[in-house]
């Protein structure tokens, strides 16, 4: 009956899985929910709605636009936000003022000019590879900044409105936090932590999974190069992990940034948790994905070194790989318990030793290489 | 005199630097003043002021938060409020009228319960992967939604309130997009375009000095491994703009996203102009980039090909380098001049034979590859 589902019971039920696989994303959305419903009590009861009039609406404004998905992200936004108003706050009285005393026909040039090179000096600010972290920061400074300026101009009393502005985001800023923080926390470093602890079993996957397609491989299935490499073998799942750890470095280095502003928690009991070390770390590993990148490359390329010489040396080839996938198993292994064992030297030294005796095997063999008469398509040199 | 600037001459130096480099950033920055002041004339002047009330600050807001650095991306952006503040509104009267229609004492309750259950799904719809591009449409969907519902059960009139903010938006969104596009638009696509082409050139380049490291390197220079691979060399320019590379396919990505919104203009003058074969490309020459990742591996690994024996491949290993690296930059040449000779085939040809040559070399010297007797660590087997 599976095959016969109509597109919208299979959508369903493809959102059902999704939700299952990782059910923070359901807490995520509840949360949401319950962080806005809070902040619209405030307006549906008539007493807080009596104390700040409409500016309250900005309460919603903030829950909406602050609430993210982990802990850190939603302490990285707030705090953009809460600065940004403030700087803007500040600046804005001061152009009012300066505004206010240059009479009454200049007062609306001194705004205009002002707003044109807030918004200019913002806007290139922004660009500045140092400051691109504090981006939303600086929008929001310059619609704060509009809003206070042009508001006191025609309304009257910017500093009144602007501090009941100010409270009203503080409000939602606070409800936003202390309901992220308090009702099922997703902590960004807990996702960083798990983050790294995959892509190091996916290299070590890929890795034999190479290996064993390249021992196994005879040659015969020999289609176009630009095909091969590129696209998805039904028999390479660890591979296409692997190409997915590749895009990572941007995911860890946000987690990381995030994680940056989180408190301590769980399993991460310091203050200042070095949570950079988690982005070298996964730079180390990318590294390792290269060759394993390579090797793919190699396993798909035109010229390939003759079966019987791949089975020559298997078994020197086998040890070596699995030796080195044991050794990434193990460091992932101690990365997720966050324990330091003692046995990587070891581990190291039988990886090295395996590669010393492949080596002594392809020199003990190496008069297998010197057939100068076969097709030289067919050498062992996997060219790339 | 330039070592004894102070910080701040310093800092302004750079930023100086910073703006030279890409005149399109200060463009920007003016470009967003002007939006910005073109937005507060309407407030700042009495008729417009008086047709649409307080709501017409909500055309400042769009367009600090809707100009975008190119036009794609500002158009992208401007579809997702507009559709996300459509969506909302019709879901917010739907939503008053069956408030309306339940009574006085349950109207509070359904408007807290419709909250809670918008604030949930869009939070959750924005994680599918399918939908994930127009997150932005989402939070702005949810508080939209929020405040027509909010400010409908206080003030009263929820659909002239509705009405008039998003005639604003659509004003605020109108005069972003008509600076963005008229006054030195920036196209995503252009950009999308020379970034693809310095990629191939940084791979092309990379490849290069590789190999040059390689064939001159003599093997003094043995370090510690891991610092090798992974810090950046003084002498490897060319290696970290390929590892730059690495990292371009979320913004290629990004940038096709943003292409796809684009008229046609300058040199792309069709309309459905195919941007996503660029990503494509990327991901193609992404994988020429791991060949050169691992190879700059070999360079600095532990095991190494006797220097003698390098000497010998000399000509072989150059002449096929140079070949490679010359079919990239004739291919990045043709991407950038939109052309497409037919000389690629010729060229592709003579990398082929080159590499021929090179294994036909080493089959003739393999008599140098059977010294059994020497030190292991030190055999032609790159062990990366």
Same mark, same amino acid.
Do not use: L, S
């Given at each position: 009956g599976g095959r016969s589902l109509q597109p919208s019971r299979k959508w369903i039920r493809d959102v059902w899985e999704f939700a299952r696989e990782d059910t923070d994303r359901v807490k995520f959305a509840f949360k949401v929910g319950l962080a806005v419903l809070l902040t619209a009590l405030l307006i549906l009861f008539r007493a807080p709605y009596e104390v700040f009039g409409t500016n309250i609406i900005w309460s919603i404004i903030t829950v909406a636009i602050m609430f993210e998905y982990t802990v850190g992200a939603t302490f990285n936004r707030g705090f953009n936000r809460a600065l940004g108003s403030i700087v803007a706050g500040i600046f804005a009285i001061v152009a009012i003022q300066i505004g206010l005393s240059s009479g009454h026909i200049a007062e609306p040039y001194v705004i205009g000019l002002s707003i044109f090179l807030v918004g200019a000096a913002t806007s290139f600010m922004k660009l500045l590879p140092s400051l691109v972290p504090y981006e939303y920061g600086f929008r929001v400074a310059l619609f704060t900044y509009c809003l206070i300026v042009v508001s006191g101009y025609r309304m009257g009393n910017p500093i009144r409105t602007s501090m009941d502005r100010l409270y009203s985001i503080a409000i939602g800023g606070l409800i936003a936090v202390l309901v992220n923080v308090l009702i099922f926390p997703i902590w960004a470093g807990e996702q960083l932590h798990k983050e790294l602890v995959a892509c190091f079993s996916s290299v070590a996957d890929s890795l034999e999974e190479c290996v064993r397609k390249y021992l196994r491989d005879d040659g015969s299935g020999d289609a176009e190069f630009s095909k091969k490499v590129l696209d998805d073998f039904p028999d390479e799942p660890a591979f296409k992990k692997c190409r997915a750890t590749l895009n990572t470095s941007a995911k860890l280095e946000s987690l990381a940034v995030s994680a940056n502003w989180e408190p301590p928690h769980g399993r991460f009991?310091? $203050? $200042?948790?070095?949570?950079s070390e988690y982005v070298k770390v996964g730079a180390v590993l990318r590294h390792c994905a290269y060759e394993v990148m390579a090797l793919h490359g190699c396993l798909h390329s035109e010229i390939q070194a003759p079966y019987n010489l791949r089975c020559t040396f298997q078994p020197e080839i086998l040890d070596a790989t699995n030796q080195a996938a044991e050794l990434i198993r193990s460091l992932a292994k101690d990365i997720s318990n966050m324990s330091r064992r003692s046995l990587h030297t070891n581990l190291l030294k039988r990886v090295h030793s395996s590669t010393e005796r492949l080596q002594r095997s392809i020199d003990v063999h190496s008069y297998l290489l010197t057939s100068s008469t076969h097709d030289p398509r067919r050498t062992f040199l996997p060219s790339c």
């Open positions: 009991r310091h $203050f $200042f948790y070095p949570w």
